[in-house]
């Protein structure tokens, strides 16, 4: 892939680079400093900037990391390597500075810039206490402060709640680029895939859509009244996860509770026609769990679960830990829907029964009282939603990114892919939240959503399959957020194949393609890839 930032990437610096490169105060050409966030680059930014050149020698902006912005929960809508991208692409700007504490104060206090630059806000009503701050620090060392004049103020914030910039495109590439991937090792990564064995274990669910009409209602109750048209039944719960899974090439082992009705013989025909070897327990005890959405004109108007959620007795529980335990496989996922088999009491000993050197990962779909995905402890890869996440650290009000480092602490995952529903994913990847490369944001490659059920089944099928296939949380973050687009736009649980992955792959090549070929008035979609 070409590198579509190295033209700029020269400018961007460490503190350390910076120092070198301009040596320290007192120095003989004039260095002036602005610091801010700079999500979204307005007019206001440019007449700051231009100000601050006109002041000096040479141009710095430090801008603040990702994980110390805290307004909105999905700020900031561009990540800091893009940000410091747009910045030095600026002829005024001279080097860029991607800031990793909570203030400026601390590389203030080391590169000593000879002014450090302030929009005319932070003065206008009285000076704020940070501000202030900056101010006694930077004449400590016989600095100077300097406001830009300010006939106009504009607020990122402000901009951004009229209308959330789209920039899918341009973060994929730039997170692509940083990380030295190429849509070609995403189709590579997909065809190895076969070579992988599964041993999925959780919950199936038999979603039904009734179709119907509406004619009509009683008058004197609040009934309404529809005409029967259709059922469609699909596997759905742990074991569309399987079909995804065989889908997508791998070699599936299904352990699953089932109930003694037809709802079992429906799942083990499907499943068998997949590909996937179910080896299902059977508990008489229980109905086979099934969940009917009575629709109308496209509008649920109804659900009827028929369901027992009370746990699993411990002889199927011995059962279970035994055919985890017995079954070659590379890889085991848990997929808790919180109806029998996964509870605080089953998890340690399902847990302590995967062999050693398995990969161990875990999905929760229950964002309620039953269901807590921090029960799961030590895997290498969990996937749970932003509403499970906050239910299950009682936190609704954290921004994205340390609610994502709260919970991969709490869990003591190797790697958590955190789903935003149609905001994307946010990966984190290791405990050093710290540092840059802690977290990356992938947005949602959805077109046309027709239907958002089973989506995050399809991204936990490839996201594991490509983390075992390339070792790299990158790629598989892609290709799991590429196969629960590739979900919404169908209708219905549908097992997703490797084929419609390719084919939105390609998509978002050409479209990559061509965004880049506007700018550069060639045609580089070659460049972008190795085939």
């Known amino acids: ?23 320290l105060f007192p120095r003989e050409k004039k260095v002036i400093m602005c610091h801010g966030v700079f999500d979204v680059v307005h007019p206001g930014h440019m007449r700051h900037l231009l100000f601050a050149k006109s002041k000096a020698d040479t141009l710095v902006v430090s801008i603040t990391a990702d994980k110390h912005i805290y307004k909105g929960y999905d700020r900031p809508h561009v990540p800091q390597n893009l940000r410091a991208a747009n910045l030095a692409a600026f002829e005024m700007v001279d080097y860029v500075l991607i800031d990793t504490n909570p203030t400026p104060l601390q590389n203030i206090a080391v590169f000593k810039p000879d002014y450090f630059a302030k929009g005319y806000e932070y003065v206008s009503d009285g000076m ?22 300010g006939d106009i103020v504009y607020s990122s914030s402000s901009l951004i709640n009229l209308a959330p910039p789209q ?18 090792e995403l189709r590579e990564t997909l065809s190895k895939f076969s070579k992988f064995r599964v041993h999925v274990v959780g919950d199936t669910i038999v979603d039904s859509y009734t179709q119907t009409t509406m004619i009509g209602g009683y008058t004197k109750t609040p009934t309404m009244s529809v005409r029967f048209e259709e059922r469609r039944d699909f596997i759905g719960g ?13 070699q599936v082992v299904f352990s699953t509770v089932l ?20 080896r299902p327990i059977i508990d008489t005890t229980r109905p086979t769990t099934h969940k009917n959405a009575i629709v109308a004109a496209n509008y649920r108007l109804l659900k009827i679960d028929t369901l ?5 007795s411990d002889h199927i529980l011995q059962e279970l830990s035994q055919l985890i335990r017995n079954t070659p496989t590379d890889v085991v996922i848990f997929s808790d829907l919180r109806h029998g088999i996964f509870n605080r009491r089953t998890i340690p000993e399902l847990s302590s029964a995967i062999p050693d050197g398995v990969y161990r990962v875990a999905d929760s779909q229950v964002a309620s009282r039953w269901g807590n995905i921090t029960e799961f402890q030590n895997f290498d890869l969990v996937t749970p939603n932003e509403r499970e996440a906050r239910f299950a650290l009682a936190d609704q009000d954290s921004g994205i990114r340390p609610l994502a480092a709260n919970l ?124």
């Not at 892939?1 to 040596?23: A, C, N, P």
């Not at 973060?171 to 030295?180: R, S, V």
Request: aromatic fraction near 6%; charged fraction near 25%.
């Open 408 to 531: 991969y602490d709490k869990t003591h995952c190797k790697t958590l892919i955190l789903k935003l529903g149609d905001r994307g994913v946010i990966t984190c990847q290791h405990n050093r939240h710290e540092d840059l490369d802690s977290f990356f944001v992938v947005d949602s490659f959805v077109d046309r959503a027709i239907d958002a059920v089973g989506a995050g089944d399809a991204l936990l099928a490839y996201a594991t399959l490509a983390i075992l296939a390339s070792d790299s949380n990158v790629i598989a973050t892609i290709l799991g957020s590429i196969a629960a687009a590739c979900e919404c736009e169908c209708d219905g649980n549908i097992p997703i194949t490797p084929e419609r992955v390719l084919a939105k792959i390609n998509a978002v090549e050409k479209q990559s393609c061509y965004e880049w070929d506007k700018t550069k008035n060639k045609n580089v979609c070659e460049s972008l890839s190795l085939a």
């Open 1 to 23: 892939m070409i590198d579509i930032f190295s033209q700029y990437r020269h400018k961007i610096k460490t503190i350390d680079e910076l120092t070198r490169e301009v040596g």
């Open 259 to 278: 109930g003694q009705d037809k709802f079992k013989d429906f799942v083990l025909k499907g499943l068998k026609e997949s590909g996937v070897d179910c």
């Open 308 to 312: 027992d959620n009370s746990s699993i």
């Open 238 to 250: 742990a074991g569309i996860v399987a079909q995804h899974l065989r889908a997508a090439g791998a």
């Open 128 to 149: 704020p206490q940070k501000t202030s701050e900056e101010a006694d620090l930077v004449s400590s060392y016989g600095g100077e402060i300097i406001f830009t004049s």
């Open 167 to 184: 920039l899918r495109l341009e973060k994929l590439l730039a997170l692509m680029t940083d990380q030295g991937v190429t849509f070609q």
